[in-house]
């Protein structure tokens, strides 16, 4: 069985059991999270599929972390112009374990 939901303007694919990294949400490290933005559920007989999401349905999550990934460099360079620009960006993210999807 799996699931896909929204998040923070993004669409997830997830199962039972499985770890997620989503950008970064505040809740407390250790804690459950409920997300009811559910577009699709696809168990082994069935898929149900919402308009545009699915009503009575949830997933709990349990957030296992929070963090920055690594640093990404961004680097603007003309040549012969004596022009170069460097800047870098940390991301926050948040990891999550998904515990339930029940509809």
């Not at 699931?3 to 250790?30: H, P």
């Not at 599929?49 to 009503?55: E, F, N, Q």
């Not at 349905?57 to 012969?80: E, P, Q």
Request: hydrophobic share 35%; no cysteine; proline share 1%.
């Amino acid at each position: 069985m799996y699931a896909i939901f929204q998040s923070g303007g993004k669409q997830y694919q997830v199962k039972e059991g499985q770890t997620i990294r989503l950008e970064k949400l505040n809740v407390a490290t250790g804690s459950t999270i409920e997300f009811h933005d559910i577009m699709m559920i696809n168990d082994e007989d069935n898929i149900y599929i919402g308009d545009p999401i699915l009503h009575n349905s949830k997933i709990t999550a349990k957030v296992i972390a929070h963090g920055r990934s690594k640093k990404l460099h961004i680097i603007k360079f003309r040549r012969r112009k004596h022009f170069r620009k460097h800047q870098s960006h940390r991301q926050w993210f948040t990891d999550l374990e998904i515990i339930n999807v029940s509809y």
